[in-house]
């Protein structure tokens, strides 16, 4: 049995499905919406922090068929959360949702090695894409989760950040805070923050904070 496009919980097979966004009210719309309209799938875990959702995935028994996940987290962005995943993982289909538009996130996502990208505000849409990645590794014109792998382990890119560390680089570019500012945010000390972009930059090969963030903002 196929799913059709008028009713996508026909299906022949049964899914594993998790949730990540930052959001309560988002979140709580997704769950609801997958428990009262993909009926062909089950809702593992759901997540509002990124890191929590990395522990889930790298225990076997949380590991979804397939992840939706908001590309607008706090800390670790959506489309690292995916990276991380996908480095690690050939299982599960990663689905990106965003509420602002798809041209904005497209490249971003695609780079991360997803398998779609939906509108958060097209239900519809959603529980096709859900269906899609149910019965195929991905929608057209995103790779399959094996080839976005290999990808991702071929390309010359600078060491991975570690997760602390790609948060306080997400601060400083994206939110402009100083380390002072950063030491409150996160609950560690100034010197703490200073050591973490000191090993940034060392990473990146930057000489200044200001080029470290330069080349994280452009690598976006």
């Known amino acids: 049995m196929?799913?059709?496009?008028?009713?996508?919980?026909?299906?022949?097979?049964?899914?594993?499905?998790?949730?990540?966004?930052?959001?309560?009210?988002?979140?709580?719309?997704?769950?609801?919406?997958?428990?009262?309209?993909?009926?062909?799938?089950?809702?593992?875990w759901t997540s509002m922090d990124a890191q929590h959702a990395l522990e889930?995935?790298?225990?076997?028994?949380?590991?979804?068929?397939?992840?939706?996940?908001?590309?607008?987290?706090?800390?670790?962005?959506g489309d690292s959360l995916c990276r991380r995943i996908r480095l690690t993982n050939t299982k599960t289909r990663l689905l990106a949702v965003t509420s602002f538009?798809?041209?904005?996130?497209?490249?971003?996502?695609?780079?991360?090695?997803?398998?779609?990208?939906?509108?958060?505000?097209?239900?519809?849409?959603i529980i096709q894409a859900i269906a899609t990645l149910q019965r195929s590794d991905s929608l057209p014109g995103f790779e399959t989760p094996i080839l976005a792998r290999?990808?991702?382990?071929?390309?010359?890119?600078?060491?991975?950040?570690?997760?602390r560390e790609e948060e306080i680089i997400g601060l400083v570019s994206e939110k402009g805070l100083t380390d002072r500012e950063v030491s409150a945010a996160i609950g560690v000390k100034e010197a703490t923050v200073r050591r973490h972009m000191h090993n940034i930059m060392k990473k990146m090969k930057a000489k200044t904070a200001r080029q470290a963030v330069a080349i994280w903002l452009g690598g976006r």
């Open 2 to 44: 196929t799913v059709s496009a008028d009713n996508p919980s026909k299906s022949f097979s049964f899914c594993r499905i998790a949730v990540v966004d930052n959001d309560p009210m988002a979140l709580a719309a997704l769950t609801q919406l997958i428990k009262e309209q993909a009926t062909f799938a089950s809702l593992l």
């Open 101 to 125: 538009s798809l041209s904005s996130y497209e490249h971003k996502a695609r780079r991360a090695g997803v398998q779609g990208l939906v509108s958060k505000n097209d239900e519809k849409a």
């Open 150 to 163: 290999t990808r991702l382990k071929h390309e010359k890119t600078s060491p991975l950040l570690t997760v």
């Open 56 to 77: 889930h995935c790298s225990r076997f028994e949380d590991i979804p068929d397939i992840l939706i996940t908001d590309m607008s987290l706090e800390g670790i962005q």
